[in-house]
């Protein structure tokens, strides 16, 4: 079973940046595109960015374009989100999950519900 494991979370003023890690157990890493979600207290889950298996397409929400970037290590496992220009409405604790593709290695979704293994989530708060 696929294990993911987010770090990089804590406290930033806000304009600062980030950069979150999510490790993936398994070799069969590459088997899945990876997605960045997160979730403020009251609020609904909402996507923040996707990354494809082979890295060559990714997604990002309206709301953090331009100021987020995703990337990924292969030979690390690593899914990596690059937070830039961090504003207080970012404080929320974000996940990273992962989504087995059959067909495609050139796709990755913003639903959650097409997400099969998630993390357990780091806290990011922005504040002065």
């Known amino acids: 079973q696929l294990q993911l494991v987010e770090s990089g979370g804590g406290l930033v003023q806000p304009g600062g940046s980030l950069t979150l890690s999510c490790a993936v157990s398994?070799?069969?890493?590459?088997?899945?595109?990876i997605g960045w979600f997160r979730q403020a207290p009251g609020k609904e889950r909402e996507a923040v960015s996707c990354?494809?298996?082979?890295?060559?397409?990714?997604n990002y929400a309206d709301s953090v374009k331009g100021r987020f970037s995703i990337s990924k290590d292969n030979a690390k496992r690593t899914v990596f989100l690059q937070m830039n220009s961090l504003k207080p409405e970012d404080t929320a604790v974000y996940y990273c999950?992962?989504?087995?593709?059959?067909?495609?290695?050139?796709?990755?979704?913003?639903?959650?519900?097409?997400?099969?293994?998630w993390g357990q989530g780091t806290q990011v708060t922005v504040s002065s």
């Open positions: 999950a992962a989504d087995r593709q059959l067909y495609n290695n050139h796709y990755c979704t913003s639903s959650p519900y097409e997400y099969d293994y």
């Open positions: 398994l070799s069969s890493f590459t088997y899945y595109s």
């Open positions: 990354i494809s298996i082979d890295g060559k397409y990714t």
